[in-house]
């Protein structure tokens, strides 16, 4: 969800956290350009940062270039690619789940495919689209629960199936809210929940099954996988829940390269993100994070991952904090913002801004966006010192997360989306 579309504060958010230290300004977790395309949940990598674009502190109506109403109620976030933006919404009386694709320029609707689905019980903050989808150049990617049954499915860019499967029981209390990734032709699906779990890692062009990595049940997780590639070149899969800690995955077999187990504090709704060329993630339950840690990755063979600091005062459960540069941004639930430095967890500022929060915040040049469940549309700038810049209207409510793509913002509400030009 991320996810992802964040959802609910009792239940999960995807933390989407911003990757960027040295690590994060390569393929694997660079700022994304105005040009490039925003594949996943918070952009490239999760990174959630757009660096040479920059959009109004402050908007109305008037601005958008559309705003077009969507076929049901969801949280999931946009993904974008050319000239093409991807969305997901929910039935909230059937349960299916629809994907649009939608023209970036004009907002006209291209195509729908609709998904079969279930009624089933959801946390009130949640629906039945909360989970993002994924993007390349030739599918879109989907996931989403029927049954009680996690499915995923592909569709070309031209709206035709592509493929689609089972891949296991879900047995989440509040609901899922699962957000695929790509690497490269592999595309990663996390399913930590409260019955039999596992990573799946699932050939793109087919849905055939290469590898699953059986993981301990436990409270549900609806943290978005992150790629984090090592200091020999070789990329690993970070994946998270409270039953089984911090780990990194091989793309190759699923195989365990690290991990740090019972390490979390409570649920993981956040995502794991890099910074300064560590890996962050966290924990939260009740709207309140219980911890944020920056964990140095194993770095070869009988090496063991070292816990660098660790966080613990007005922390998110939903939102993923954004890393810009050697600055930490923490974004909490109920309106709290804070900025530490990247490299040690030093705090520079903390400010009360108000408003309650399920997406995550992302970033345009120097200028950070993040969306209140009211729909309010709050801009501060990215800097060592507070300053609040503007605050917008959607004028309706909001669970998800923005994506910037092509040199666009687009904003999601539970039931519209509009895109905003840049200046």
Request: charged share 20%; proline share 6%; aromatic share 8%.
């Amino acid at each position: 969800m991320g996810s992802s579309g964040s959802w609910s504060r009792c239940a999960g958010r995807a933390v989407v956290a911003l990757a960027l230290g040295a690590a994060v300004f390569g393929p694997l977790g660079g700022r994304t350009q105005a040009g490039e395309n925003w594949t996943r949940f918070r952009g490239p990598n999760g990174s959630g940062v757009a660096s040479d674009v920059t959009f109004p502190v402050e908007w109305s109506e008037e601005a958008y270039l559309w705003r077009v109403d969507l076929p049901g109620k969801g949280h999931s976030s946009p993904v974008g690619w050319g000239d093409k933006i991807f969305v997901t919404a929910g039935d909230p009386t059937t349960g299916a789940m629809t994907l649009l694709a939608i023209d970036a320029a004009s907002g006209e609707t291209l195509w729908k495919r609709e998904f079969a689905a279930s009624a089933h019980s959801l946390h009130a903050a949640n629906s039945y689209a909360s989970g993002t989808p994924t993007v390349d150049d030739e599918r879109i990617y989907v996931t989403w629960t029927a049954d009680g049954v996690l499915h995923a499915a592909a569709v070309t860019h031209a709206g035709e199936p592509a493929w689609q499967r089972e891949l296991g029981a879900a047995d989440y209390k509040h609901g899922s809210g699962n957000s695929p990734i790509l690497l490269d032709d592999l595309l990663i699906v996390a399913n930590d929940h409260m019955g039999e779990s596992f990573i799946a890692g699932l050939d793109a062009a087919t849905g055939n099954e290469r590898w699953r990595r059986p993981r301990q049940a436990g409270t549900e997780s609806y943290a978005t996988p992150l790629v984090y590639e090592a200091a020999n070149g070789e990329p690993q899969i970070v994946v998270c829940s409270s039953a089984d800690g911090i780990a990194a995955l091989a793309p190759a077999d699923g195989a365990v390269v690290w991990q740090l187990p019972e390490f979390y504090a409570a649920r993981c709704v956040n995502s794991p993100f890099l910074a300064a060329g560590m890996i962050l993630s966290g924990s939260g339950e009740g709207g309140n994070g219980k911890q944020l840690t920056a964990v140095r990755p194993a770095t070869g063979d009988g090496d063991e991952p070292e816990i660098a600091y660790e966080l613990k005062k007005s922390l998110p459960q939903v939102p993923t904090p954004l890393a810009i540069g050697d600055k930490l941004f923490v974004w909490s639930d109920r309106g709290v913002v804070a900025c530490y430095s990247a490299v040690d967890g030093e705090p520079a500022w903390t400010k009360r801004i108000g408003g309650n929060y399920y997406g995550s915040p992302v970033a345009a040049g120097e200028r950070i966006y993040c969306v209140d469940a009211e729909g309010e549309v709050v801009c501060i700038a990215a800097a060592d010192e507070f300053k609040l810049l503007g605050r917008s209207q959607l004028g309706q409510a909001s669970h998800a997360t923005p994506a910037i793509h092509q040199g666009k913002m687009f904003l999601r509400t539970e039931s519209s989306l509009a895109c905003l030009p840049a200046e």
